[in-house]
């Protein structure tokens, strides 16, 4: 039988989980991570964990799904930010270091 209440809990679920993708992809094109907050990713992970910690207690499916599937997504932008920070200071240094030459 169709329940509404948790079709809207997985279809919440979904446009949590999912409204990181755009961040994601914006940031994997152009490599610059400088306006992502490490604050704000870190208050959001620990505010993930919590509430999987919690959804996994209480036994809330369409809650702890979006919420691991959001934690990976914050994982994911912590790993490209490390990644293109060290990328663009390596960048940087080059372009330095060529212009001195010249």
């Given at each position: 039988?169709?329940?509404?209440?948790?079709?809207?809990?997985?279809?919440a679920?979904i446009?949590?989980?999912?409204?990181?993708i755009?961040?994601i992809?914006?940031s994997?094109?152009?490599?610059?991570?400088?306006d992502?907050s490490?604050?704000?990713?870190?208050?959001?992970?620990?505010?993930l964990?919590?509430?999987?910690?919690?959804?996994?207690?209480?036994?809330?499916?369409?809650?702890?799904?979006?919420?691991?599937?959001?934690?990976?997504?914050?994982m994911?932008?912590?790993?490209m930010?490390?990644?293109y920070?060290?990328?663009?200071?390596?960048?940087?240094?080059?372009?330095?270091?060529?212009?001195?030459?010249?």
């Amino acid at each position: 039988m169709f329940d509404i209440y948790e079709f809207c809990g997985y279809s919440a679920g979904i446009f949590f989980a999912s409204s990181l993708i755009p961040q994601i992809h914006r940031s994997y094109i152009t490599k610059d991570m400088d306006d992502i907050s490490c604050g704000w990713q870190l208050l959001l992970i620990i505010a993930l964990l919590m509430s999987l910690v919690y959804s996994i207690h209480m036994n809330l499916p369409p809650v702890y799904i979006s919420t691991f599937l959001e934690l990976i997504f914050m994982m994911t932008l912590i790993i490209m930010k490390i990644m293109y920070t060290d990328y663009n200071k390596i960048d940087t240094k080059i372009d330095d270091d060529t212009s001195e030459i010249e």
